[in-house]
């Protein structure tokens, strides 16, 4: 029963992504189904874990998705643009959520408060890049930014993105408390898996394991955080008294729920996507 409470939790994590991507389209004048945009969301996970490039892979894939739902390209870039700003807000207000609880509980190391520092450099840089590209619009990318292949495809697009959705903070913060939702739900999956091991599940225990493990995975150069995550998340979590075995295995299963067990699903979804194109053009 707990495993099907996480796995519950875990789809809500979709349909809060959906939710921010609606709300941008919407406020562009092209409304499209919730039901619609799930599937795109499980898209976008399988691109980001398959194809590890920063998530270039997975903004291409959704921005393709859209144009297929019938939104023009620069609405579609405007919805991506905005939930990156979102999703880095979000991340970097949960890192300092996640600093200040360490401080009060006195756990807080010189470690520990360099490496989020480093994150929050890492947070403000990325969505600045992404605003300073749009601002130039189509003028042409310097040669050290044109150079990087991946890149370079998505930064282009993102100067096509409408300047007006920049100028309405209210549409910001509701992407941006979508995405902090996302990283609640992941918090309140780890503990529900401790439950389902048996173990006592202090939410704020599961919430600073989670965010710090995102961290280090964010800012390791493994692909998909490998090892990464999983370490740090089960160093976190012996520190609020968890045993060793439990604290693995509830990882472990935060890991199934997350990356893998959507894997399948996101595959499916996309060579069905990639097949309708491919009929569409004959």
């Known amino acids: 029963m707990w495993l099907l409470a996480a796995l519950a939790l875990q789809f809500m994590t979709y349909f809060c992504l959906a939710q921010g991507w609606k709300g941008v389209l919407g406020r562009s004048g092209h409304d499209v189904a919730l039901a619609k945009l799930v599937p795109v969301a499980l898209m976008k996970?399988?691109?980001?874990?398959?194809?590890?490039?920063?998530?270039?892979g997975g903004h291409i894939v959704t921005i393709g998705r859209m144009r297929a739902l019938g939104v023009p390209r620069p609405e579609a870039m405007g919805a991506v643009l905005l939930t990156l700003?979102?999703?880095?807000?979000?991340?970097?207000?949960?890192?300092?959520?996640?600093?200040?609880?360490m401080w009060l509980?006195?756990?807080v190391s010189r470690w520990l408060a360099g490496v989020v520092t480093l994150f929050l450099v890492v947070a403000v840089a990325v969505p600045s890049l992404a605003l300073w590209v749009r601002r130039r619009?189509?003028?042409?990318?310097?040669?050290?930014?044109?150079?990087?292949?991946?890149?370079?495809?998505?930064?282009h697009l993102i100067g096509t993105?409408?300047?007006?959705?920049?100028?309405?903070?209210?549409?910001?913060?509701?992407?941006t408390l979508w995405n902090g939702?996302?990283?609640?739900?992941?918090?309140?999956?780890?503990?529900?898996?401790?439950?389902?091991?048996?173990?006592?599940?202090?939410?704020?225990?599961?919430?600073?394991?989670?965010?710090?493990?995102?961290?280090?995975?964010?800012?390791?150069?493994?692909p998909m955080g490998l090892g990464t995550f999983e370490a740090t998340s089960v160093t976190m979590l012996t520190m609020t008294h968890i045993p060793l075995e439990?604290?693995?295995?509830a990882t472990l299963l935060l890991r199934g729920l997350t990356l893998w067990l959507p894997l399948l699903p996101g595959l499916v979804l996309l060579r069905g996507a990639h097949e309708e194109k491919g009929d569409d053009r004959d």
């Open 105 to 107: 509980a006195s756990e």
């Open 181 to 222: 939702l996302i990283y609640l739900l992941d918090a309140a999956s780890l503990s529900t898996c401790l439950l389902a091991l048996g173990a006592s599940a202090h939410p704020t225990g599961a919430f600073v394991a989670l965010i710090m493990a995102s961290i280090a995975s964010t800012l390791s150069p493994m």
């Open 85 to 101: 700003i979102g999703y880095y807000l979000s991340y970097a207000v949960c890192a300092l959520a996640m600093l200040v609880i």
């Open 246 to 249: 439990t604290a693995v295995a």
């Open 161 to 175: 993105a409408p300047a007006e959705l920049l100028r309405r903070p209210g549409l910001i913060v509701r992407v």
């Open 45 to 56: 996970l399988f691109a980001d874990q398959a194809m590890p490039s920063a998530g270039i």
């Open 137 to 155: 619009g189509a003028a042409p990318l310097p040669a050290w930014l044109e150079g990087i292949g991946p890149a370079r495809r998505v930064l």
